[in-house]
């Protein structure tokens, strides 16, 4: 499978430097999937779950090792290109769904494609697409203050999603959901990634959340570990 | 979705940040727009007086040369009747008037003799022109006397004399003349007759406009019909001619250059020898015709010229100088003498009608064989060999006058060897040698002179009135003309006539006529007039030499430099001096000002606009952090970093054009604001009520284009400081790189060791300078080292106070934050400032900053009213200075002097006239200019120009007189005693003076136009710093006489004397010398006046730093309120476990205060340190009370300010908070 990969993560690690000497946080992280795989990474806090998502997000730098997606090294690629690298192949999905107060649900869907060379017209059909798959058709107009949280989660995914990226990542994606939400937000994650032919990587602390994903994996000790597949 | 909606939704969301921070790009836009606007306003406003202050004068004609009244008329008639030529005599006066046994005076007052013709020109229908007595007063003048209309003053005057007063046969005695007159009407400050003057200056002049007859005829310049004794008729005369136009309505309000030269070319056309003094009288017994001057002697440029007109007309020509000796005797028979006798210089021609002589014995002198001091060679004539019982080679001795420099006449005695005796006939027997003075030559003996000096009539022997009677002036002594030169030249000129004769036969009257019209074509500048307007239409202006040495060609730099020739064109002055100035042209150009005003006001709001910069800066900083992670959002859905800077960037920008159209309106509020204090609480500035706001468009749009670009570079630099923070961070909400503990350890430790350093290096500087190893020399700028050294100690205190403050914020204070309540708020508060030490340092130093310069300001007023008179100052050890109207020609510092001057010290108490005559007086000699002191806000080209006599030049060196700057010889005043390339006239001149009012520095020229003078360059040699000569240039007397030979006596004079006595001694002198107009005042209250403006710049200068001192203190309310929002999660969870509002409230203003104080502290001890050697001195008048008003003003601002900080942080609600946390 290693070999036909779109995702190829190999021997990463990241240290940080601390008054007390330098922290290991990844010690060498191997990781490999195609497209339309679902991955979950659990581990307790502070064991850096969400450090290695935003590497391979490109929102971070290794110390060492690298990153491959469908044959592109992120980290050789100038600030510009890494730009384009993640507007292009990458979606996230965060805990703080960091949704812009200023704009409406679709403007707030359509945020990434200002970076993008594609139609307007063509973006705007499929936000509109996006936003009626997870339910959010009738409050295009709204403000994210007028949304729930389960609500506003869905519009950071339909956000995630729009220019239709190899890669989804998500960071907690129900970290402020109540079980409820965070049920049904996890659903629309699996199906919506399975039907776009995006590599999901999700990193949680719910294990109910995680049950529910094919892969788990376990960051333990800078390590990534299969644990079920 | 695109951009622009995007960056539109965020305007709208965040509106409440967006208008702070147009608020803040309004206050930057007001403050520099409305500079500009300021700067425009007091263009226009000086443009404006200047229109107001000429009214209907286009040109004017105005010297000491007097001329025909006619003149007026024949030039009216080339005129239509829009335009008028109105005649007038111009003289400085005083003025007196008594009521009650008080008596008011004023020693300044412009004296104008008019008619109605110039009345009309002042545009005043109201009031008739004087007549009679009459004298019509500006509100100034009647101000300064208490008069009202129907009141008697009395007017004293000088009298105009030909020959000059200071001359062998000028007129001594009778000088002044004095005229009571009744104020007949009084014109208001906003009048033209109110403010008319022609020298640019926003000061009202005293001006007193009477008769023209009136004054005619009281100083004897009225029209005199040729009579039996007087059998020349003598015309009207006047010294100044205005030409203009009545009406506001005529056409062309303005003269320009080409009709000035056209009024010049037609003056030119009408100059006759009476206007320039001269005559030709024909001497058809021996067959010449001889150019003689009024003033007796013939000016150096009217000798040129008359020698010039004669070899062009192929005459023959033949100077002469004559003088009068007083005694000729026989050395070895003091018996055999005689009296008052005419010497002549010539050349001794040969050929007819001027040679040769007939010699009954010798010849010739040799002027070769002359030696200085030795006897000189000389021929006499028959009669006074025989009187003196003398033969060739015999020598006799003489007796006869100089000139002294303070109006004295010594005798000196002098021995002459005869080389020849001459026949008492032919061309030796010609009483035309000597020109026609009146009361002298055409009295019928001795006792019928009028004396020029005490004359010794008792010796005159009978033989002597023989002589007088028979021969009259006809010389008895001939000698070489270059001798006699030698001997008898003044620096009016060294002919007293040139005699000319046709070689031909060619008529006397046809000579006459054709000499008069070459020598008037080259006098008047006809000539050259023709050739100027060629250099006109080409388009050059340069010094240029017409028909070889005869004339030249002088345009006048510096004056329309600036302007275009096509608006200008050529101003040429004649020999003759006479010559129309665009004065209306020169006003509006002089209205340009001396000072910019929209540089000087950016200038003074510097802290204002900095502060305004840094609150733009904050404000887009707050609402970028409160937005910080949709930041991190958009780079993390794939825009690049410099994508999301510009659509913040644009945010910015459309903040700024919005806030740049208020701005622009603001400005106008602003600029009327500033107007008004220059008006009322800042009128020491420019001293006049008439200023005016006046917008011009294109200022608020540049106000707006400079404004918008300083708000975006905030703007962007605010956006930059995102850069270093990676997206993961902006997502989770940090807004600046973060520093780890290292880091920031290292960062304390350098910014310890640079205040250990400044520390340092103050510390040495203040032992070094105390213990007198820094020298008291200059350094530079008349700034001497330890000034300069006290101010490095100052800068480097706040540099050290301020790296202190970025040290102590950065100590890792292990130590826990102890105790209970309020006090361990406090700590707490403190220990949050080192939080985000860059904003508190930054604030911190924003503060510190502004109050050093504040408080440096105030420390460095001054007030010279209570300094005592110092050698090496600004007052050169003199007490009093003062300014006559009518020149002084004696020595006040004698009692022989003084006596001859008027004065009359008996019955005057013994102390007062101990103190007169314990004074020491220090006479220069004036050339009167323009004011360019700092009193005067017009752009002057040619201040008023001081001669300094030998003497006084020797004690000014001798006692090392006044403080000099960036003149870097050992004894500047030799400076003035050099010698330059090119004939250029060394001068000195106040530092505020050249730098500020005439834009000059040491080796810079000026040029002084010539104006019935030569004209020359002067270059300044070395400045003068704060001293009592500002507003004028010094140079040495042999100089000034060979600029203004016609300038006699003594106008100004530096006093010293017992500064206890000052006031006592200035009321008897001006009593004493009233008829002088002598006007004293303390050196020390003139250099207070010059100060004021200086003073007053500096409370501008406070009072809008004080305002960008309190819109700092904004800034920091805004930082803490950055502070506040950050820390919102700690502060509700100290509200959470049981901290009260109060507790939050001393958190925040602990740190507030401690960064003001800091801020304050740093700043106040930095700038006094800085000052120290300033606030020592006796003048120091620093204004504590303001200063400290001020600073605990901006600090209960300050506080009251983060009150808001404060309420934000207690507002807070602790649940949501806590949870978003």
């Given at each position: 499978m290693s070999d036909a990969a779109d995702l190829r993560v190999s021997g990463l690690t990241k240290q940080f430097a601390g008054a007390a000497g330098t922290i290991d946080v990844l010690t060498g992280v191997d990781l490999a999937m195609r497209r339309g795989d679902?991955?979950?990474?659990?581990?307790?806090?502070?064991?850096?779950?969400?450090?290695?998502?935003?590497?391979?997000?490109?929102?971070?730098?290794?110390?060492?090792?690298?990153?491959?997606?469908?044959?592109?090294?992120?980290?050789?690629?100038?600030?510009?290109?890494?730009?384009?690298?993640?507007?292009?192949?990458?979606?996230?999905?965060?805990?703080?769904?960091?949704?812009?107060?200023?704009?409406?649900?679709?403007?707030?869907?359509?945020?990434?494609?200002?970076?993008?060379?594609?139609?307007?017209?063509?973006?705007?059909?499929?936000?509109?697409?996006?936003?009626?798959?997870?339910?959010?058709?009738?409050?295009?107009?709204?403000?994210?203050?007028?949304?729930?949280?389960?609500?506003?989660?869905?519009?950071?995914?339909?956000?995630?999603?729009?220019?239709?990226?190899?890669?989804?990542?998500?960071?907690?994606?129900?970290?402020?959901?109540?079980?409820?939400?965070?049920?049904?937000?996890?659903?629309?994650?699996?199906?919506?990634?399975?039907?776009?032919?995006?590599?999901?990587?999700?990193?949680?602390?719910?294990?109910?959340?995680?049950?529910?994903?094919?892969?788990?994996?376990?960051?333990?000790?800078?390590?990534?570990?299969?644990?079920?597949? | 979705m695109n951009s622009f909606r995007l960056i539109i939704g965020s305007l709208r969301h965040y509106w409440r940040t967006n208008i702070a921070v147009v608020l803040g790009i309004v206050a930057a836009t007001a403050v520099i727009g409305g500079a500009l606007v300021v700067g425009d306003s007091v263009r226009d406003s000086l443009r404006q007086m200047s229109l107001d202050r000429l009214g209907g004068v286009d040109a004017a004609l105005s010297g000491p040369r007097f001329f025909r009244e006619r003149l007026a008329e024949e030039l009216a008639d080339q005129y239509s009747d829009l335009e008028v030529?109105?005649?007038?005599?111009?003289?400085?006066?005083?003025?007196?008037?008594?009521?009650?046994?008080?008596?008011?005076?004023?020693?300044?007052?412009?004296?104008?003799?008019?008619?109605?013709?110039?009345?009309?020109?002042?545009?005043?229908?109201?009031?008739?022109?004087?007549?009679?007595?009459?004298?019509?007063?500006?509100?100034?003048?009647?101000?300064?006397?208490?008069?009202?209309?129907?009141?008697?003053?009395?007017?004293?005057?000088?009298?105009?004399?030909?020959?000059?007063?200071?001359?062998?046969?000028?007129?001594?005695?009778?000088?002044?003349?004095?005229?009571?007159?009744?104020?007949?009407?009084?014109?208001?400050?906003?009048?033209?007759?109110?403010?008319?003057?022609?020298?640019?200056?926003?000061?009202?002049?005293?001006?007193?406009?009477?008769?023209?007859?009136?004054?005619?005829?009281?100083?004897?310049?009225?029209?005199?019909?040729?009579?039996?004794?007087?059998?020349?008729?003598?015309?009207?005369?006047?010294?100044?001619?205005?030409?203009?136009?009545?009406?506001?309505?005529?056409?062309?309000?303005?003269t320009d250059a080409g009709h000035t030269g056209f009024l010049n070319r037609e003056l030119a056309n009408h100059i006759t020898l009476e206007d320039l003094a001269l005559r030709l009288v024909t001497n058809e017994k021996h067959g010449y015709v001889s150019l003689e001057s009024e003033q007796m002697i013939l000016d150096s440029e009217t000798a040129r010229a008359a020698m010039t007109a004669a070899t062009e007309?192929?005459?023959?020509?033949?100077?002469?100088?004559?003088?009068?000796?007083?005694?000729?005797?026989?050395?070895?028979?003091?018996?055999?003498?005689?009296?008052?006798?005419?010497?002549?210089?010539?050349d001794f021609p040969t050929s007819p009608p001027f040679g040769p002589f007939e010699y009954v014995a010798g010849g010739p002198p040799d002027p070769a064989a002359y030696s200085l001091g030795g006897p000189i060679p000389a021929v006499i004539n028959e009669w006074l060999a025989a009187d003196l019982g003398t033969g060739v080679g015999d020598v006799f001795a003489s007796r006869?006058?100089?000139?002294?420099?303070?109006?004295?006449?010594?005798?000196?005695?002098?021995?002459?060897?005869?080389?020849?005796?001459?026949?008492?006939?032919?061309?030796?027997?010609?009483?035309?040698f000597t020109p026609f003075v009146e009361g002298i030559t055409d009295a019928d003996s001795f006792a019928d002179w009028r004396q020029p000096f005490p004359m010794k009539l008792d010796r005159v022997t009978t033989r002597d009135e023989d002589y007088w009677d028979e021969y009259r002036t006809t010389p008895k002594v001939f000698l070489a003309r270059e001798t006699a030169e030698a001997l008898w030249r003044s620096r009016y000129g060294s002919l007293t006539s040139v005699r000319i004769a046709p070689t031909d036969g060619t008529p006397l009257s046809d000579v006459a006529k054709k000499y008069e019209e070459r020598l008037l074509m080259l006098m008047s500048g006809r000539a050259v007039l023709d050739s100027g307007s060629r250099a006109n239409r080409s388009g050059r202006?340069?010094?240029?030499?017409?028909?070889?040495?005869?004339?030249?060609?002088?345009?006048?730099?510096?004056?329309?430099?600036?302007?275009?020739?096509?608006?200008?064109?050529?101003?040429?002055?004649?020999?003759?001096?006479?010559?129309?100035?665009?004065?209306?042209?020169?006003?509006?150009?002089?209205?340009?000002?001396?000072?910019?005003?929209?540089?000087?006001?950016?200038?003074?709001?510097?802290?204002?606009?900095?502060?305004?910069?840094?609150?733009?800066?904050?404000?887009?900083?707050?609402?970028?952090?409160?937005?910080?992670?949709?930041?991190g959002l958009l780079r993390a859905v794939g825009l690049a970093p410099r994508q999301v800077r510009r659509l913040f960037l644009c945010e910015g920008a459309i903040l700024t054009v919005v806030g740049g159209v208020l701005g622009g309106l603001a400005a106008v509020g602003y600029a009327a604001l500033m107007i008004y204090g220059l008006k009322t609480w800042w009128y020491g500035a420019i001293g006049t009520k008439f200023l005016f706001l006046s917008v011009r468009p294109a200022s608020l749009v540049m106000g707006f284009l400079i404004a918008s670009a300083v708000a975006l570079l905030a703007v962007w630099w605010s956006v930059r400081q995102t850069r270093g923070v990676s997206t993961r961070e902006l997502l989770a909400g940090t807004s600046e790189p973060r520093l780890d503990a290292i880091g920031k350890q290292q960062r304390g430790r350098r910014s310890g060791v640079a205040s250990l350093i400044a520390w340092g290096l103050a510390s040495a500087l203040l032992i070094g300078t105390m213990s007198g190893i820094v020298p008291q020399t200059e350094a530079f700028g008349g700034?001497?080292?330890?000034?300069?050294?006290?101010?490095?100690?100052?800068?480097?205190?706040?540099?050290?106070?301020?790296?202190?403050?970025?040290?102590?914020?950065?100590?890792?204070?292990?130590?826990?934050?102890?105790?209970?309540?309020?006090?361990?708020?406090?700590?707490?508060?403190?220990?949050?400032?080192?939080?985000?030490?860059?904003?508190?340092?930054?604030?911190?130093?924003?503060?510190a900053a502004a109050t050093f310069v504040i408080v440096a300001v105030a420390a460095g007023r001054r007030n010279p009213a209570v300094e005592q008179p110092v050698k090496n100052s600004g007052n050169g050890g003199f007490t009093l200075v003062a300014e006559t109207s009518v020149p002084v020609l004696y020595d006040l510092n004698t009692e022989e002097g003084r006596a001859k001057a008027g004065m009359d010290l008996v019955g005057i108490d013994s102390g007062k006239r101990d103190v007169v005559e314990q004074m020491r007086v220090m006479p220069f000699r004036v050339k009167p200019g323009e004011n360019a002191s700092c009193l005067n806000i017009y752009q002057t080209q040619l201040p008023t120009i001081l001669g300094v006599p030998p003497d006084v030049l020797q004690t000014m060196r001798?006692?090392?007189?006044?403080?000099?700057?960036?003149?870097?010889?050992?004894?500047?005043?030799?400076?003035?005693?050099?010698?330059?390339?090119?004939?250029?006239?060394?001068?000195?001149?106040?530092?505020?003076?050249?730098?500020?009012?005439?834009?000059?520095?040491?080796?810079?020229?000026?040029?002084?136009?010539?104006?019935?003078?030569?004209?020359?360059?002067?270059?300044?040699?070395?400045?003068?710093?704060?001293?009592?000569?500002?507003?004028?240039?010094?140079?040495?007397?042999?100089?000034?006489?060979?600029?203004?030979?016609?300038?006699?006596?003594f106008r100004y004079f530096l006093i010293e004397a017992d500064p206890a006595q000052a006031d006592a001694l200035s009321s008897l002198l001006e009593t004493q010398l009233a008829d002088y107009g002598f006007d004293a005042e303390r050196v020390a209250d003139r250099l207070a006046s010059?100060?004021?403006?200086?003073?007053?710049?500096?409370?501008?200068?406070?009072?809008?730093?004080?305002?960008?001192?309190?819109?700092?203190?904004?800034?920091?309310?805004?930082?803490?309120?950055?502070?506040?929002?950050?820390?919102?999660?700690?502060?509700?969870?100290?509200?959470?476990?049981?901290?009260?509002?109060?507790?939050?409230?001393?958190?925040?203003?602990?740190?507030?205060?401690?960064?003001?104080?800091?801020?304050?502290?740093?700043?106040?001890?930095?700038?006094?340190?800085?000052?120290?050697?300033?606030?020592?001195?006796?003048?120091?008048?620093?204004?504590?009370?303001?200063?400290?008003?001020?600073?605990?003003?901006?600090?209960?601002?300050?506080?009251?300010?983060a009150l808001g900080a404060v309420r934000e942080a207690v507002r807070t609600p602790i649940l949501s908070t806590l949870r978003a946390e």
């Open positions: 679902a991955a979950v990474i659990t581990g307790p806090s502070g064991s850096g779950k969400s450090t290695l998502l935003y590497i391979i997000g490109v929102l971070d730098e290794p110390t060492a090792g690298e990153v491959n997606v469908a044959g592109t090294i992120p980290f050789r690629l100038g600030p510009i290109d890494q730009a384009k690298f993640r507007n292009e192949s990458v979606g996230f999905v965060f805990q703080d769904h960091h949704l812009l107060p200023q704009c409406t649900v679709l403007e707030n869907v359509l945020i990434p494609t200002l970076a993008g060379t594609k139609r307007t017209s063509d973006v705007e059909s499929r936000a509109r697409k996006l936003l009626e798959r997870v339910g959010l058709q009738n409050r295009l107009t709204h403000r994210p203050a007028q949304l729930s949280g389960g609500e506003r989660q869905r519009v950071g995914l339909c956000r995630a999603l729009i220019n239709e990226p190899l890669l989804l990542l998500a960071d907690e994606p129900t970290g402020n959901l109540d079980q409820k939400t965070a049920e049904s937000v996890g659903t629309l994650l699996l199906e919506i990634a399975a039907e776009q032919q995006a590599m999901l990587i999700c990193v949680t602390h719910s294990l109910d959340l995680a049950a529910r994903f094919p892969r788990r994996y376990e960051l333990t000790a800078g390590k990534l570990i299969l644990v079920d597949s | 030529s109105a005649p007038a005599i111009v003289l400085p006066g005083s003025m007196t008037r008594s009521a009650d046994g008080v008596m008011q005076r004023s020693g300044h007052v412009e004296v104008y003799g008019i008619d109605e013709r110039f009345w009309s020109l002042m545009r005043a229908p109201d009031l008739a022109a004087p007549s009679d007595d009459d004298v019509i007063l500006n509100r100034k003048l009647a101000d300064a006397l208490q008069a009202a209309v129907g009141d008697r003053v009395s007017l004293v005057l000088e009298i105009p004399k030909a020959i000059p007063r200071d001359s062998l046969l000028g007129d001594r005695t009778e000088t002044v003349t004095e005229l009571t007159l009744t104020v007949s009407g009084i014109v208001e400050d906003d009048t033209t007759p109110g403010r008319f003057g022609l020298n640019p200056a926003q000061q009202l002049p005293a001006n007193a406009f009477v008769s023209l007859d009136s004054l005619q005829e009281q100083i004897g310049l009225a029209h005199r019909p040729a009579s039996r004794r007087n059998p020349t008729e003598k015309a009207a005369r006047i010294n100044a001619l205005f030409f203009g136009r009545p009406e506001r309505s005529a056409p062309l309000d303005i007309l192929r005459l023959i020509q033949s100077p002469v100088i004559v003088y009068l000796l007083n005694e000729l005797w026989n050395p070895n028979d003091s018996d055999k003498f005689s009296m008052y006798s005419v010497a002549a210089g010539v006869y006058h100089q000139v002294g420099d303070r109006g004295e006449l010594p005798e000196l005695e002098r021995q002459f060897i005869i080389t020849g005796i001459v026949k008492l006939s032919g061309s030796a027997d010609d009483r035309g202006a340069s010094r240029r030499i017409i028909d070889g040495e005869t004339v030249q060609v002088v345009t006048v730099p510096g004056l329309y430099d600036k302007m275009s020739l096509a608006t200008t064109g050529l101003v040429i002055a004649p020999p003759s001096g006479l010559l129309f100035q665009p004065v209306k042209v020169q006003g509006l150009s002089a209205a340009q000002g001396t000072t910019d005003f929209t540089g000087l006001f950016i200038g003074f709001s510097f802290f204002l606009i900095a502060a305004a910069m840094l609150l733009i800066g904050l404000l887009f900083r707050l609402g970028i952090e409160r937005r910080v992670s949709e930041l700034f001497n080292w330890r000034v300069v050294t006290f101010f490095v100690v100052g800068v480097a205190a706040l540099v050290g106070s301020l790296t202190a403050l970025a040290w102590w914020l950065d100590v890792d204070r292990a130590a826990a934050v102890r105790g209970q309540g309020s006090g361990a708020m406090v700590r707490l508060g403190l220990r949050n400032a080192g939080r985000n030490r860059g904003r508190s340092v930054l604030t911190a130093s924003l503060i001798d006692d090392d007189r006044f403080k000099f700057a960036d003149t870097r010889v050992e004894q500047p005043w030799d400076l003035l005693d050099s010698q330059l390339p090119d004939g250029r006239i060394p001068v000195l001149g106040d530092m505020n003076t050249l730098l500020y009012s005439l834009h000059k520095g040491i080796g810079d020229l000026i040029h002084v136009a010539p104006s019935a003078t030569p004209g020359g360059t002067l270059q300044i040699e070395g400045m003068l710093d704060g001293s009592v000569f500002q507003g004028v240039l010094l140079m040495s007397e042999s100089n000034f006489f060979r600029l203004f030979p016609d300038q006699a006596g010059f100060l004021a403006v200086q003073n007053t710049y500096l409370s501008t200068f406070q009072t809008l730093g004080g305002l960008g001192l309190l819109l700092g203190t904004l800034g920091l309310s805004t930082v803490m309120l950055r502070n506040v929002l950050e820390r919102r999660g700690e502060i509700a969870l100290l509200r959470a476990v049981g901290f009260r509002a109060g507790h939050v409230r001393w958190l925040v203003l602990a740190e507030n205060a401690l960064l003001m104080l800091w801020g304050l502290g740093a700043g106040t001890l930095a700038a006094l340190l800085a000052m120290t050697p300033h606030l020592s001195s006796t003048g120091a008048d620093v204004p504590w009370a303001g200063l400290r008003v001020l600073l605990a003003g901006v600090f209960a601002v300050g506080m009251l300010a």
